[in-house]
């Protein structure tokens, strides 16, 4: 890939367009990590039986990895024994989901911690925490004013904060999976990215993925058609994974969609043409070709053509004024991230990783 190849990829990946127009104020995240909370909701409740233990941990500074093999320390476990459902930022506070097999002492898990981590509950459970096992995760973000004024930034927010709530947003993947200044994606375009150690092959091929993802609905949301259904749409079901083909939109899904019940989807690129059809398929294949190392790399590793919401309903949002910011909360599907919200909100943010 050349300069200007890398510069495309960069920007597709990294300063898509935005659906909302630019930001409407200038706001700090993450002064400091407690700005910044989210918690899994796992969507189900511990079996309260069986050979493993799910842990409810509460994270401050401290990578999800490294809590991770921590928690195989205190269970006596290997760390790949531990499962859990997604990987939280490290500048955060997370309240997140771990399982470990159930040990001998499995008592002595209840209150137990370390360095920037706390197991707050410990339930029996079937069996191992799966990747992806959530129903979503709730956000509590501080956004400190620039001028020290939260009333001033609650006003200014509030007609944008409308529209959101309305209409969604453009579902990107937010900076953080691209890596530190895109670094994976330079290594996505090198010839050697499938004889990467295992974890950091996983890293490259998300953000290859990724990137025509992002490139594919960046061109919708210039078109005006991200929020729309189109003739050879898979719309998928909100919050579900249900998908099914749009021949010719008609009154009803068009009602459907402005009530964000449907979204339109793009790829999650891999072998074989996407499963969409007509223009829609056209304008994908078209920015796959503008991506081959990317989509070749997901082809080479064996990934199968899947599909992604473009839209990204945000669900309980609100915002609270106080003296000298703002807190926002909301509701955001598994898989999603809170950038993806809060580009559409304020400058300042867009490279703040989840």
Not at 128 to 135: D, E, I, Q, S, T
Request: charged share 25%.
């Amino acid at each position: 890939m050349g300069e200007e190849g890398v510069r495309a990829a960069l920007t597709a990946a990294l300063a898509p367009p935005r659906a909302h127009g630019e930001p409407v104020a200038t706001a700090a995240l993450r002064t400091v990590a407690a700005d910044f909370l989210v918690e899994e909701d796992l969507g189900f409740a511990p079996s309260g039986a069986g050979a493993h233990l799910l842990l409810k941990v509460r994270k401050t500074d401290a990578n999800t990895a490294w809590v991770a093999r921590e928690l195989a320390r205190l269970a006596g476990c290997h760390p790949r024994d531990v499962g859990y459902a997604g990987v939280k930022d490290r500048r955060a506070v997370a309240i997140q989901w771990f399982s470990v097999p159930k040990p001998r002492a499995e008592a002595g898990l209840g209150g137990a911690g370390g360095e920037g981590f706390e197991v707050l509950e410990a339930h029996p459970h079937q069996r191992k925490l799966p990747r992806g096992a959530l129903a979503g995760n709730r956000f509590t973000l501080r956004l400190r004013a620039a001028e020290g004024d939260g009333g001033a930034l609650a006003r200014c927010l509030a007609p944008r904060l409308a529209a959101v709530a309305a209409r969604g947003v453009p579902n990107y993947f937010g900076p953080q999976r691209f890596g530190r200044d895109g670094a994976n994606l330079g290594r996505a375009a090198r010839g050697d990215a499938l004889r990467l150690p295992p974890a950091e092959r996983g890293f490259v091929l998300s953000a290859a993925r990724s990137l025509v993802f992002n490139a594919v609905l960046g061109a919708r949301v210039a078109a005006g058609s991200w929020e729309d259904l189109s003739a050879g749409d898979l719309a998928i079901l909100d919050g579900r994974g249900s998908l099914f083909r749009v021949g010719e939109p008609d009154e009803t899904l068009a009602a459907r969609a402005a009530r964000l019940e449907i979204h339109a989807t793009g790829p999650l690129w891999g072998g074989g043409d996407p499963a969409s059809g007509a223009g829609v398929l056209l304008l994908e294949q078209r920015i796959g070709a503008q991506f081959p190392a990317e989509c070749a790399l997901c082809v080479a590793a064996g990934m199968a053509q899947e599909r992604r919401s473009l839209r990204l309903r945000v669900a309980d949002l609100e915002c609270v004024p106080e003296a000298d910011a703002v807190v926002l909360r909301f509701r955001l599907a598994r898989g999603s991230f809170a950038t993806a919200v809060l580009r559409e909100l304020i400058d300042g943010a867009a490279q703040a990783p989840d």
